[in-house]
């Protein structure tokens, strides 16, 4: 472990060269920080951070920058617990309000709000449908020979046709077919609804056939349409703006990867702890990131993993205030599915 004046002169270093992008010297870190000793025991205390691998020293400068070893004792040790600014929850708060109308806007304005907060790409993962449970189906009468076949899901997927009402039916049967499928399969996980379950279920009811087999094919659809996994991405061109990435070449290979959907998901499964997590350089599995850190918090319903926001960076990322951004969503997005019904 590091004595407390090591971690005081490699925290001022990490928190300016967050700041600035630029190397740090002994000099800048006396003249800003005031931590009580001259400049040259800041470059000895320097040299040694550096020998331990807190430290790097560009080969163009006299200045330090931190490492990826430098930036996890900063994120574990060194960093206050993170707190959101109440302008920050304002420009939340405000945004939901006005942007968010449909289940599929939550997904796409939390990935824009939360790339414009921490100024670094964003990635939100949208609800995985086969870790949701069935909720129920209804017929909602639309005139005397047509009805609505509504199914919806725990996390507020919803699927409808308009239907003809078989000859001899009446709003009292379609509620039996209803009320038999809802008791069968109420509160199951979607990948648990199978054919042979659903065919138990028709010859248990004695449903109309066609009746049945309309609601049946509507089920199907809703077990299926949204199976693969979404990715929403804001802030894309924000990784433009960051002096890190004015190398073509890794702005390219970044934005590549950035396509690739797959890829995306991956990477957000690797870590699905609760809480916020971390994950700098080389800890990230994929050699497209290894310059990058990503920030997550996996979300959660009832106990089911449900989705994951990210943020994804520089390893030189303002890593308190974009901690205390996720932390804030990770409880508040929640509460935004609630409040619209989608969960």
Wanted: proline share 3%; aromatic share 6%.
């Amino acid at each position: 472990m590091l004595d407390e004046r090591k971690r005081r002169i490699l925290q001022a270093i990490i928190d300016d060269y967050i700041s600035t992008a630029e190397p740090v010297g002994s000099r800048t870190i006396a003249r800003k920080y005031e931590l009580g000793i001259s400049p040259a025991t800041i470059r000895n205390e320097m040299a040694d951070l550096e020998i331990l691998g807190y430290l790097e020293q560009p080969h163009t400068s006299a200045g330090r920058i931190p490492s990826a070893k430098g930036y996890r004792f900063y994120v574990d040790c060194l960093l206050s617990p993170p707190q959101i600014s109440e302008r920050d929850i304002a420009i939340i708060d405000n945004w939901y309000q006005t942007k968010v109308r449909r289940i599929e806007e939550v997904f796409q304005e939390t990935a824009k709000i939360l790339s414009r907060v921490t100024r670094n790409i964003s990635l939100v993962l949208a609800p995985q449908i086969s870790q949701c449970t069935f909720k129920y189906l209804q017929f909602l009468p639309l005139d005397e020979r047509r009805s609505i076949v509504v199914i919806v899901t725990s996390n507020g997927l919803l699927e409808n046709k308009i239907i003809e009402i078989p000859e001899g039916l009446s709003n009292d049967d379609l509620h039996v077919v209803a009320s038999g499928i809802n008791n069968r399969l109420g509160g199951l996980s979607l990948d648990r609804i199978k054919s042979s379950l659903l065919k138990e279920i028709q010859r248990d009811i004695l449903a109309d056939p066609g009746l049945f087999e309309t609601a049946l094919g509507l089920l199907i659809y809703a077990l299926t349409a949204e199976k693969n996994e979404k990715i929403y991405l804001g802030g894309t061109t924000q990784v433009l703006n960051q002096p890190e990435f004015r190398d073509v070449d890794k702005v390219k290979d970044l934005l590549s990867m950035l396509e690739e959907e797959k890829l995306l998901c991956d990477i957000l499964h690797t870590n699905e702890s609760d809480g916020v997590i971390v994950t700098i350089g080389h800890e990230n599995k994929f050699s497209g990131i290894h310059d990058c850190s990503v920030v997550q918090a996996t979300y959660r319903v009832e106990g089911q993993i449900v989705g994951t926001v990210a943020v994804l960076g520089p390893t030189r990322m303002e890593y308190g205030k974009t901690m205390a951004v996720l932390e804030f969503m990770h409880k508040h997005l929640g509460e935004i599915l609630s409040k619209y019904k989608l969960i």
